[in-house]
T-cell receptor, first 116, second 108 residues
């Protein structure tokens, strides 16, 4: 199946710093990518939809100034957690859409963010 | 909100078929049903998806009822590595909204 690469897989940072997470579609072009977060023993929660060349669309309750999303090319979307605090500690996961009539969505392997 | 409901957990004996049900009674005519699974601390893995016909691939089979209000994912010969949370999802406005899923435990 198609591969979505997410980097880094784990990051530990101090409170107040910013962290950037990259999501790449390796063998297909993705006009649309999605960002999720997941707390322990909970389901995935959609944060935002990232569209190539345009502003991301955020779900209700997600702070767009806290979670900056950039989708500058058809194969790369980035999520930047700005001024991270301990409550931002979570598992962040991206997915990329193949588009087209037989559309599929593939997920990255996730990024575990721990803010001290 | 997710448009699907699934049992919280299920057990299956190794080597037997695992049948995971899903209800999606409000599904619209052009909405696909997707199945993903997630093993602890990993990203969800695509399994299969379908519209109205039954589908089969190397991982599983998907049986969709004629009225499309429910479906069943079948893992024909479950192994211990199939232990995971299985999510049945109907896309809403182009987005995959995850429900709580079914925690499948495959036991020796």
């Amino acid at each position: 199946g198609a591969v979505v690469s997410q980097h880094p897989s784990r990051v530990i940072c101090k409170s107040g710093t910013s962290v950037k997470i990259e999501c790449r579609s390796l063998d297909f072009q993705a006009t649309t990518m999605f960002w999720y977060r997941q707390f322990p023993k909970k389901s995935l929660m959609l944060m935002a939809t990232s569209n190539e060349g345009s502003k991301a669309t955020y779900e209700q309750g997600v702070e767009k100034d806290k979670f900056l999303i950039n989708h500058a090319s058809l194969t790369l979307s980035t999520l930047t957690v700005t001024s991270a605090h301990p409550e931002d500690s979570s598992f962040y996961i991206c997915s990329a859409s193949t588009g087209g009539r037989a559309e599929k969505l593939f997920f990255g392997s996730g990024t575990q963010l721990s803010v001290l | 909100d997710a448009k699907t409901t699934q049992p919280t957990s299920m057990d299956c004996a190794e080597g037997r078929a695992a049948n995971l049900p899903c209800n999606h009674s409000t599904i619209s005519g052009n909405e696909y049903v997707y199945w993903y699974r997630q093993i602890h601390s990993q990203g969800p893995q695509y399994i299969i998806h379908g519209l109205k016909n039954n589908e089969t691939n190397e991982m599983a089979s998907l049986i969709i009822t004629e009225d499309r209000k429910s479906s069943t994912l079948i893992l024909p010969h479950a192994t211990l590595r199939d232990t995971a949370v299985y999510y049945c999802i109907v896309r809403v406005g182009g987005k995959l909204i995850f429900g709580q899923g079914t925690e499948l435990s495959v036991k020796p």
